[in-house]
């Protein structure tokens, strides 16, 4: 453990050396961070504002931009500042703080999609019964289960990664602070724990994927039965866009935390974690907007709105 005290700060992996690179590096992280912000925002508004949208879905679509603007913030700032100010460093404060908070948002994103499974099941599986299965108290008690579980597990999962002793010195080999990444820093007879914690995390994350696989082969089904073609064009627009969210997170994801930390190169890892950290909060919105009529539709009927009233406010300014 003395190893482990001494250590006051870690250092990161840096995108480049070159100064202009890391210019680069910064106004291409700012750009993509500003995309999440206004995509995920513009999202939380047109849900909040729009009536029409006060439904069980769009709630849980709320909920995940919500956790989309959670997890970009946690490891994009503190990137690009470390661009801007050509350094490596986060305190070890700072790194507790970012593996607690990325652990959080990310599965608290990944239990959000198992729930958004369930509720597209019920709603095509079971039509009938969605007003009274997925009802207004049902969906609070889902989302509210789901965030105090994983403030347990974040916490759990975070103070075994640091009750470790670190004897591989402070350089972690990513632009945040990754478990994987830590975990090459541990003694070698020091993680078992915390692998022992992965392990249980896999099998979690397991019977959620199984449970939305299996959800999915049941929607499938019934969507293929239905008699309609436009009922079925609905079914799929509100379903493919969460099934490619959940394929791109779960693949990216399952590929940072389990492959051999010794297959692979620095630059393999670094684009897998920007894959499954940064890469999901940008693309979310635009999947589910380009798929979804009745978001589009809201939220070009919010754009007019504002639009028309700034014309009315000119008009009578210029009175």
Known sequence: MSNQTNITEFLLL?????????????????????????????????????????????????????????????????????????????????????????????????????VMAYDRYVAICKPLHYETVMNRRACVQM???????????????????????FCGGNMVDQFFCEVPQLLKLACSDSDLSEVGFLIFSVCLASNCFLFIIVSYVQIFTTVLRIPSEQGRHKAFSTCLPHLIVVSLFICTGTFAYLKPTSSSTSSLDLMVAVLYSVLPPVTNPIIYSMRNKELKGALSKLIRWRLFSKNKKSIFLHR
């Not at 790194?95 to 608290?108: L, N, T, W």
């Not at 509210?144 to 759990?156: D, F, G, P």
């Open 143 to 165: 989302e509210a289960s789901a965030w105090i579980s994983v403030i347990l597990y974040s916490a759990v999962h975070t103070g075994n990664t640091f009750a470790i002793s």
């Open 14 to 114: 840096g995108f480049s050396d070159i100064r202009e690179l890391q210019i680069l590096h910064f106004v291409v992280f700012l750009v993509i961070y500003l995309a999440a912000m206004m995509g995920n925002l513009l999202i939380i508004m047109v849900v909040a504002l729009d009536h029409h949208l006060h439904s069980p879905m769009y709630f849980f679509l709320m909920n995940l931009s919500i956790l989309d603007l959670g997890t970009i913030s946690v490891t994009v700032p503190k990137s690009m500042a470390n661009s801007l100010m050509n350094t490596r460093s986060i305190s070890y404060s700072e790194c507790v703080a970012q593996v607690f908070f990325f652990i959080f948002f990310a599965v608290s994103d990944f239990a959000l999609l198992t």
